[in-house]
């Protein structure tokens, strides 16, 4: 199975930075696309990114377009996602999941490998 680990969480004020990275071991896998995804305790977990491994093509939640940017290191099997202007609306535990088939890579339900998750908490 193919493990995933994030990193780079922690606590910022509102309009800091923060980056995310997300690097993957285990058995080989053909990865389609890596993506970025939230939840705080309570609410259903939501998209925030996603990058295709070949091509780098990116795709971001409309509330994160613009402040957020998604890359991928193929090389070192790592993604990073670059979160600047951060607000407290972005509080949440994050986490990293990768796939091997294409489709709406929105959805979390077609992803089948995740990692434990990092949190990013926002003060205002």
């Known amino acids: 199975q193919v493990q995933l680990v994030e990193s780079g969480g922690g606590l910022v004020q509102a309009g800091g930075s923060l980056r995310l990275s997300c690097a993957a071991s285990?058995?080989?896998?053909?990865?389609?696309?890596m993506g970025w995804f939230r939840q705080t305790p309570g609410k259903e977990r939501e998209f925030v990114a996603a990058?295709?491994?070949?091509?780098?093509?990116?795709y971001y939640r409309d509330s994160t377009k613009g402040r957020f940017a998604i890359s991928r290191d193929n090389a070192k099997n790592t993604m990073y996602l670059q979160m600047n202007s951060l607000e407290p609306e972005d509080t949440a535990v994050y986490y990293c999941?990768?796939?091997?088939?294409?489709?709406?890579?929105?959805?979390?339900?077609?992803?089948?490998?995740w990692g434990q998750g990092t949190q990013v908490t926002v003060s205002s």
């Open positions: 990058i295709t491994w070949t091509g780098g093509i990116t």
């Open positions: 285990g058995r080989a896998v053909s990865v389609y696309a």
């Open positions: 999941a990768a796939r091997n088939s294409g489709g709406v890579l929105s959805r979390g339900a077609g992803y089948p490998y």
